[in-house]
């Protein structure tokens, strides 16, 4: 794990709100007082189960357990847990809420995962108008937990990164509805940014420089990314994205 990515900071908030973050490093951000107490950094292990639940929400012992050390017995696993939660909780005093068999994060925190999920079903279940876009849809950016490897990590990471990549692309398309070119483009270039071979981020980029106007703009994006697909993987673009622009054959 890298060691840059697995810090407990602490930034001004609002008291008691505490918020989570996986995407692009780890890091727990909380007002200086929470619980009564000063929260210190999470240990190692506490950082791996404080990802975990943010994850996967509510989960029963032994599920945690056996997620995270895998390779251990099932006793030996308990006790690992039983060692993890003692320590987080001595570090931050509430962060962990226990009760018989499960466990969960306090309801106070808020994980930028949760919030990826929660805008994107905000994408699709209804069209805000263009005055409700206050600039808060902004969809949490970077890989999930670079440098963790786990499975438990692994397994949900694609996942994760599809999300953002339809994320941002819908918005996009709303942005270029509403001839919010700037926007737009700065939506669409940052789905390229994470996968350069989707083709349909890039045709969106296309498009947006079309209704722009700007069409050499349109024309250089299109000849980057056909002279990119040949580069990388020896295949021409689609007919749809070939035939945005009519570009004449090379001499």
Known sequence: MDSTSAVAAYVARPEGSVSLRLLGTFEVSACAETGGA???????????????????????????????????????????????LWRAGRACPGLIVTGGAAMRLDSRVSVDVDELQALSRRLHVRRPAQAEDDGSWVPPRGVLLPGWYDE?????????????????????ERQLTWGAYGRALDLALAAVEYEPLRESSQRLVVRIHLAEGNLVEAVRAVRAF????????????????????ELPAPS
């Open 38 to 84: 000063r929260w210190g950094e999470l240990p190692h292990s506490a950082r791996r189960l404080v990802a975990f639940l943010g994850l996967h929400g509510t989960a029963t012992r032994d599920f945690a357990a056996g997620s995270l050390w895998p390779d251990s017995s099932e006793a030996h696993a308990q006790a690992d847990l039983r060692t993890t």
């Open 152 to 172: 438990w990590v692994v397994a949900v990471r694609e996942r994760v990164r599809q999300l953002q990549l339809h994320t941002l692309e819908a918005m996009a």
């Open 226 to 245: 056909t002279e990119l697909l040949w580069r990388e993987i020896k295949v021409r673009p689609s007919p749809e994205f070939a035939g945005l622009i």
